[in-house]
């Protein structure tokens, strides 16, 4: 199994292949899933004091909190898949 590394801003990087979701975080359930997150230890901000736009879950309970769009980190994920499967020298 490779290891994935996706950029979730500000030179933050995160493994892809553990990622569950990147959702918005305006929702009731996304803001109660990040508290509970903050109460129990397992919430990373890697948002540098910017708005929170991006929430990332993972496998192992982790919740990420990023200052780029979901659809930004979604694009991020599989533009990386796509240069995994080209060939060296392809464009």
């Known amino acids: 199994m490779d290891i994935k590394l996706i950029n979730i801003g500000f030179g933050n990087i ?6 569950i ?14 508290q509970e997150a903050r109460e129990s230890q397992r919430l990373i ?3 540098y004091g910017r708005r929170t736009r991006a929430v990332v879950i993972t496998d192992s309970d ?3 909190l990023s200052a780029v769009q979901p659809e930004t980190v ?4 599989i533009e990386n ?11």
């Open 14 to 19: 995160v493994s892809a292949n553990r990622i």
């Open 21 to 34: 979701a990147i959702v918005s975080p305006e929702s009731a359930p996304i803001k109660r899933i990040v």
């Open 45 to 47: 901000d890697a948002t």
């Open 62 to 64: 982790h919740v990420i």
């Open 74 to 77: 979604a694009h991020r994920m």
């Open 81 to 91: 898949d796509d240069a995994e499967g080209k060939k060296v020298g392809e464009r």
